[in-house]
């Protein structure tokens, strides 16, 4: 079946350094659609990302990410981290115009210090 | 604009007992989604439905998970008899037009719930 895999657990940087949250995914599906959803503390999940067409990167709230088929990713990059970036980030999946099921990844926790 | 809202907040069970959860959709849209997010995990569609109707409910256990939205706005989700392993928050989200490919879910704040 389909299934998102991200870096594993905590990730913690050093405000001002690259934020890079790996995310890769497994479907049979030729034609998926990628997406990072961001969950800070007390709030509900939101959506902070979407996919495009392949090797095109998007753009939201200084947070990038480029779909590469060829290597099934969709990694969330930023130049520089902030304290408030500190929260919980999903990596989903949906396979098609059929269905309107997000398949998630486990989760990584970002954690940015002074 | 109101967000999806969700109550209980929270619940905490003995084994055998029956919880629903209730959810309330943002206006206007069609469908409506129901997963269950074990701790450390991603949330896992159970369920999701456009308007009334059930769409896929392929992953809710059926033998004691039930789902129902009769006038295609608010949502129930109900556990009959719950087990340790529901442990889990129970998140609903909604979405304009599911088919189109890139639908945003807006998830409510989620159920928190414990057996016992």
């Known amino acids: 079946g389909d299934s998102v895999t991200q870096t594993e657990g905590l990730v913690t940087l050093t405000e001002g350094l690259p934020v890079m949250l790996n995310c890769t995914y497994q479907?049979?599906?030729?034609?998926?659609?990628l997406f990072w959803y961001v969950h800070y503390l007390n709030e509900s999940p939101r959506l902070l990302l979407k996919?495009?067409?392949?090797?095109k990167r998007t753009e939201h709230q200084g947070f990038h990410a480029t779909l590469h088929k060829s290597s099934s990713s969709f990694h969330l990059q930023k130049s520089s981290a902030q304290l408030s970036d500190s929260a919980l980030y999903y990596c989903?999946?949906?396979?098609?115009?059929?269905?309107?099921?997000?398949?998630f990844g486990h989760g990584t926790i970002l954690r940015v210090h002074p | 604009e109101a967000g999806v809202t969700q109550s209980p907040r929270y619940a905490v069970l003995q084994e055998g007992q029956a919880v629903s959860f209730w959810c309330d959709p943002i206006?206007?849209?069609?469908?409506l989604y129901w997963y269950q997010q074990p701790r450390d995990q991603g949330p896992q569609l159970l369920v999701y439905?456009?308007?009334?109707?059930?769409?896929?409910n392929s992953q809710l256990p059926s033998d004691r998970f039930s789902a129902v939205r009769p006038k295609g706005t608010n949502s129930t989700l109900k556990i009959q008899s719950a087990k340790q392993g529901d442990t889990a928050t129970y998140l609903c989200?909604?979405?304009?037009?599911?088919?189109?490919?890139?639908?945003?879910?807006?998830f409510g704040p989620g159920t928190r719930l414990t057996v016992l």
């Open positions: 989200a909604s979405s304009r037009d599911w088919g189109a490919n890139y639908a945003e879910q807006f």
């Open positions: 479907t049979i599906y030729s034609n998926p659609f």
């Open positions: 996919s495009s067409t392949d090797n």
């Open positions: 989903a999946l949906r396979t098609g115009a059929n269905t309107g099921k997000l398949t």
């Open positions: 206006s206007g849209h069609d469908t």
């Open positions: 439905f456009r308007d009334e109707a059930v769409i896929d």
